[in-house]
């Protein structure tokens, strides 16, 4: 998408981005059923608008079992209430995710909606797709990138996240193809003409900065989008403060015509743990985005919680 509320809010000069930060609703939107496949934890949603309702899948995990992540379905009219389909709709079925389906982000490009999520084994978080027609079955494609060559904590293969932009590049060398940009710990860039093969780019595009809110760790965020600056990502990100570590959002633009080039990037936090919910959890000190669409003349960003809530900010024109 190409939004007007964001182009009204956001100014570059120089490197610098100065963006006014969202509002967040003070309370959890979703939080855990007493029983079932999303009792423990609710959390890193993604969403979709179809017509008037906002889609929203999200990552569960049960009080009966180890698994770290199903991804459930809930849908509402608002974006603020929301009604829950009572099955998961993606569960851990091969090797490469038997522990665990995890953190999706989504876009639809014709009549196919496409998922990135994290499929993870016990041991390595691997970026994975799945495509879908109606968002209730989906088809797995299995691991984007089985070749990657970056080790996190010596593991090698270390992929986990993706955002992708839903239209094809129009302008430079990558023009007529689709973009992504992965990763955990570093943000790396990839390709592709038909949105399942991908190919990356062997360097980062985007890492974390010494003396700033990001110092440990940046990841993607929602799905890309375009403004008149640039390719925009909303990313996650990790400090040390002290013996703590906080997760913190920032944003970064890349060029359109060379996507793997910074054009500016936020030099404080768009948003940072706060509120009870978000301070203590299943992992204390964290927001952490993957979801955002328009509705009713606000820009809404859809976070999990301390790993365990989602909750709900916004952005309007007159913040």
């Given at each position: ?74 849908i ?9 389909h ?38 390595t978080?691997?970026?994975c ?19 990657f ?24 060398n990558?023009?007529?193809?689709y ?19 991908w ?27 375009e ?6 990502l ?28 910074v ?10 743990p ?46």
């Amino acid at each position: 998408m190409k939004s007007e509320i964001f182009e009204k809010i956001i100014k570059i000069e120089g490197n610098k981005i100065d963006i006014k930060p969202p509002k967040k609703i003070p309370q959890p939107i979703l939080s855990p059923s007493r029983e079932g496949f999303d009792s423990r934890n609710t959390y890193n949603p993604a969403v979709i608008k179809e017509k008037d309702r906002i889609v929203m899948l999200y990552r569960a995990e049960s009080k009966e079992d180890k698994l770290t992540g199903r991804i459930g379905l809930a849908i509402s009219y608002d974006g603020i209430n929301f009604f829950r389909h009572p099955e998961p709709i993606i569960e851990p079925e091969y090797k490469w995710e038997s522990v665990g389906v995890e953190d999706p982000r989504i876009v639809k490009v014709g009549k196919t909606y496409y998922m990135t999520y994290t499929g993870y084994d016990g041991k390595t978080a691997r970026l994975c797709l799945a495509t879908s027609k109606n968002m209730l079955t989906w088809k797995k494609h299995g691991p984007i990138f089985e070749g990657f060559e970056y080790k996190k904590n010596n593991i090698k293969g270390w992929t986990k996240s993706g955002a992708i932009l839903p239209k094809k590049l129009e302008k430079g060398n990558f023009k007529g193809n689709y973009l992504m940009y992965f990763g955990d710990s570093n943000i790396w860039m990839a390709v592709s003409k038909d949105l399942v093969n991908w190919e990356y780019m062997k360097e980062p595009v985007l890492s974390p900065r010494e003396g700033y809110f990001d110092n440990v760790l940046v990841e993607p965020g929602p799905p890309l989008f375009e403004t008149s600056y640039g390719i925009a990502l909303i990313y996650n990100s990790a400090g040390r403060y002290g013996d703590k570590l906080k997760y913190k959002v920032g944003v970064v633009i890349f060029d359109k015509e060379y996507p793997d080039k910074v054009v500016a990037r936020t030099e404080t936090p768009l948003m940072v743990p706060e509120y009870e919910w978000e301070l203590y959890g299943h992992v204390n000190n964290v927001v952490f985005v993957e979801g955002m669409v328009e509705h009713e003349n606000k820009i809404l960003l859809y976070y999990g919680g301390a790993d365990r809530h989602i909750g709900l900010a916004y952005w309007t024109t007159d913040l």
